[in-house]
């Protein structure tokens, strides 16, 4: 016995647009995902006038003169925060790129790992650079 409740579902030719697409794809973490994007080209903007600011300052400077500026906490820091954030971003962005344009189910996940991965690896190897001069062990 059928209650005024429980009724079915009208046929899809009488559903509003809005009706058929609930509950299509996935949305689950692509507004994270989207979020992050944004946050951190948003923390770009600063870090990459900061750096660029900076390079213009020590144009020419020799070795010890760079390595007493990253020597110093905020420089040292702060490119630390931009290897970060630019490492990050572009992991983010080179997974967007994959997923859309690369249709095997079996080589977007390969791809997307190794863009990850290799994302993960220049971002360390510029930390340990930038500690390795901050820190005086290049001498």
């Keep these: 016995m059928a209650t005024s409740r429980m009724r079915a579902a009208p046929p899809a ?7 058929r697409a609930v509950g299509l794809g996935s949305a689950k973490e692509g507004v994270g995902h989207w ?3 944004r ?16 390079v213009i300052q020590l ?7 760079m390595q007493d500026w990253v020597g110093r906490p905020l420089p040292a820091t702060v490119l630390v925060l931009l290897l970060i954030a630019t ?6 962005g080179l997974q967007v790129v994959i997923e859309d344009y690369v249709h095997g ?35």
């Design 35 to 37: 979020i992050a994007q």
């Design 87 to 92: 490492f990050y971003h572009a992991a983010l």
């Design 39 to 54: 946050v951190t080209a948003l923390a770009l903007v600063p870090l990459c006038l900061w750096f660029v600011a900076a």
């Design 59 to 65: 144009a020419g400077a020799d070795y010890d003169t």
């Design 13 to 19: 030719r009488m559903r509003s647009p809005l009706g």
């Design 105 to 139: 189910e079996l080589a977007r996940l390969g791809l997307v790992i190794s863009a990850r991965l290799a994302c993960i690896a220049l971002a360390v190897a510029g930390v340990v650079a930038v500690l390795t001069l901050a820190l005086g062990a290049a001498d």
